[in-house]
């Protein structure tokens, strides 16, 4: 069955960089996309970027505008491992971070715009920004 876990979530100064990783099993990537969410405190869950296999549709990479040019996402399709790079990190990064995944071959961009439309999800990582 599909199964995900997410890691490297941590305690670092606005500015600095993580990388998240998503280790998944159970599944082919080519017929997932594959999303990052958080959720701050006091907040609603949202989007921070999808990434869908080049054999969608509509294969490429998704970011929220706020996180547009600092965070990049990426497959390592050997490990299946999906990866969350953060650079120039803010404060207002602050949140638990998840991976989440939607069988699907299209609409990519449509199954990452709200995070009841992901099927299957990982535990959460926080990552904390101080100022």
């Known amino acids: 069955d599909v199964q995900l876990q997410a890691s490297g979530g941590g305690l670092v100064q606005a500015g600095g960089s993580l990388r998240l990783s998503c280790a998944a099993s159970?599944?082919?990537?080519?017929?997932?996309?594959i999303g990052w969410f958080r959720q701050a405190p006091g907040k609603e869950r949202e989007v921070v970027s999808c990434i869908s296999h080049t054999t969608h549709s509509d294969g490429s990479t998704f970011y929220r505008d706020s996180v547009q040019g600092r965070f990049t996402a990426s497959i390592d399709n050997a490990k299946k491992t999906v990866y969350l790079t953060m650079d120039n990190l803010k404060p207002e990064d602050t949140a638990v971070y998840s991976c989440?995944?939607?069988?699907?071959?299209?609409?990519?961009?449509?199954?990452?715009?709200?995070?009841?439309?992901?099927?299957?999800w990982g535990k959460g990582t926080q990552v904390t920004v101080s100022s």
């Open positions: 159970g599944f082919s990537f080519s017929e997932y996309v």
């Open positions: 989440a995944a939607k069988r699907t071959l299209y609409g990519a961009r449509y199954y990452c715009s709200h995070f009841s439309l992901m099927d299957y």
